[in-house]
Nanobody, 121 residues
């Protein structure tokens, strides 16, 4: 059993900052790629940022230069620092982790429950 729990969402004014965090717990042998995704009302879920276990990062063009993804392998956590937020960043943000389960050595993607980020103009 693996669980991902997100925190840090909320309401912020345009130009402000928020930091999202996600912690994985359970029967974990290791975590490969982490990712943050978001889904705004009426839109499909889109990738925001990903980070590999070698710390290689990838960002959506819309957030480059404003968002930073980082990971702490010792704590099985990932964070997303969001600066210069815009109203169009408003969405539910989900973390994703590609996890190897300790008991089976099976690889599987797990998702958090989502956290709301609202940016007012």
């Amino acid at each position: 059993q693996v669980q991902l729990v997100e925190s840090g969402g909320g309401l912020v004014q345009s130009g402000g900052s928020l930091r999202l965090s996600c912690a994985a717990s359970g029967n974990i042998f290791g975590i490969g790629r982490w990712g943050w995704y978001r889904q705004a009302p009426g839109n499909s879920r889109e990738m925001v940022a990903t980070i590999t276990n070698g710390d290689s990062t990838n960002y959506a063009d819309s957030v480059k230069g404003r968002f930073t993804i980082s990971r702490d392998n010792a704590k099985n956590t990932v964070s997303l620092q969001m600066n210069s937020l815009k109203p169009e960043d408003t969405a539910v943000y989900y973390c994703m982790a590609h996890i190897m389960i300790r008991s089976t050595m099976a690889l599987q993607d797990y998702w958090g429950q989502g956290t709301q980020v609202t940016v007012s103009s």
